[in-house]
């Protein structure tokens, strides 16, 4: 039976992503680092930040900073960025947010970006009152892939992770949702299109198909 939903932030809730890699290209561009879309979206989409750090510093060796210090900047440009900025959501999230809802199943966010990014995402788009659970990277030790989001969000929710489903978009999500022992619907777009999703409880286009499938198996 599913008694909770618990709904990752970037690429799932909001359409982020674009916006991320603009933010890592005009960063890195300073140190004559030319970061295709491509590359991110293979590499670094749907991946935390201290993760992208790490490949970045890795991969290309003329960035004369630290992880910590990378790590900072990327963060105060994000800072910059979303306190001008608000993304759309995901065509369909709204209405599957209230749908859940409806149904009056439990309901969190599980996610890899910062109280700040998620926190401004749900008062832009007044969400607030469908998540009583948010559980993001401060939150936790150890980011995604790592279960630790999902294995909080589900103890917050007072529900055992058989009787949840997450909602992702990455194949790091997946592998945190996973690792918690929940089922993971896995709703691809533009960036996670093709990656390896295997495991996924299913592997879905729209918010309109998660809807369907958590219809069809709300009593199983």
């Known amino acids: 039976m599913i008694r909770g939903v618990i709904f990752d932030h970037d690429g799932t809730l909001v359409d982020s992503e674009g916006l991320h890699y603009a933010m890592w290209d005009d960063l890195l561009q300073q140190w004559g680092v030319q970061l295709s879309e491509k590359e991110y979206r293979t590499q670094l989409a749907g991946v935390p930040t201290r993760g992208n750090v790490d490949y970045l510093l890795r991969h290309y060796s003329q960035i004369p900073l630290s992880a910590e210090e990378l790590f900072a900047r990327r963060e105060q440009v994000a800072v910059d ?23 009056q199943w439990g309901m969190a966010i599980a996610s890899g970006a910062s109280d700040r990014e998620v926190e401004h995402t749900l008062a832009e788009h007044q969400l607030e009152k469908y998540f009583p659970v948010v559980v993001t990277r401060d939150s936790v030790n150890r980011a995604k892939p790592a279960p630790d989001v999902y294995q909080l969000a589900v103890t917050k929710l007072g529900l055992r992770p ?21 089922r993971c619907l896995v709703v691809q777009n533009s960036y996670s299109r093709g990656q390896d999703f295997t495991g996924a409880t299913a592997l879905l286009d729209s918010m309109e198909e998660a809807r369907q499938w958590l219809q069809a198996h709300a009593e199983g």
């Open 81 to 103: 960025v979303f306190c001008q900025q608000t993304c759309d959501l995901i065509d369909g999230a709204q209405a599957l947010v209230e749908w859940v809802a409806a149904r």
């Open 162 to 182: 058989a009787e949840c489903v997450a909602i992702e978009d990455s194949p790091t999500g997946l592998q945190s949702a996973l690792a918690a022992g929940l």
